[in-house]
């Protein structure tokens, strides 16, 4: 079955760090990638997506790239903020529409 | 209104009740799911409704747990006699056609503690 594995937290970053955070897969056929975000207090939302091989989500300066040969889909952000502090979730989507999530990192920036 | 919505928002419930939570998906889409956010389990698929067909259950965790969607709309979770074990946030998701790489729009959840 479809799978994912997520670098585990917490992290705590000082403002303007790079942060990194490592998801890798699982899967039968070409699955779509997610990162999706959990501000406190917030629900879920979709923070990137790509949905084939070597395609690059970006947006709000965070950005994974779909990397068949390893199976990874790792999020990246070159200078976090303080309000980046937030849970982010890897998933995936296959054919059967069902979104099956990492175990979530928890991310703390501080000013 | 323009998200998915859920109520209530917060449920405290005694061990061996029913209970109900309801999800109002985005009007149109066609596929609403419901999911599972504990501290044990992190965030699990439940169950899975697209249109008029049977819907995917295959990830509720016992036989007290049920979901029905009136309408191609609205659905209700229903949790009978509840364990502590059922203490979670509950979320609902809305799906539109187009393929696995479209976007799930999540509502807020209903957070249930079983006393």
């Known amino acids: 079955g479809n799978s994912v594995t997520q670098m585990e937290g917490p992290v705590t970053l000082s403002e303007e760090a790079f942060l990194t955070i490592n998801c890798t897969y699982t899967a039968t056929g070409y699955p779509s990638l997610f990162w999706y975000v959990q501000y406190p207090g917030e629900g879920l939302q979709l923070l990137l997506k790509a949905t084939k091989a070597d395609d690059k989500g970006s947006n709000k300066g965070f950005e994974a790239t779909y990397r068949k040969e390893t199976t990874s889909f790792h999020l990246e952000k070159g200078s976090v903020q303080v309000s980046d502090s937030a849970v982010y979730f890897c998933?995936?989507?296959?054919?059967?529409?069902?979104?099956?999530f990492g175990a979530g990192t928890t991310v703390t920036v501080r000013a | 209104g323009a998200g998915v919505s859920q109520s209530p928002s917060n449920k405290v419930t005694e061990k061996g009740k029913d209970v109900e939570l309801r999800c109002d998906p985005i009007s149109g889409h066609t596929a609403l799911y419901w999911y599972r956010q504990s501290l044990g389990q992190g965030l699990e698929f439940l169950i899975y409704f697209q249109g008029n067909s049977a819907p995917d259950k295959s990830g509720l965790p016992s036989d007290r747990f049920s979901a029905e969607r009136t309408g191609g709309s609205v659905s209700t979770l229903t949790i009978q006699r509840t364990q502590q074990e059922d203490s979670a946030v509950y979320l609902c998701?809305?799906?539109?056609?187009?393929?696995?790489?479209?976007?799930?729009?999540f509502g807020p959840g209903t957070r249930l503690t079983v006393l």
């Open positions: 998701a809305s799906w539109t056609s187009g393929g696995p790489g479209n976007e799930q729009f």
């Open positions: 998933a995936l989507s296959g054919y059967d529409y069902k979104l099956s």
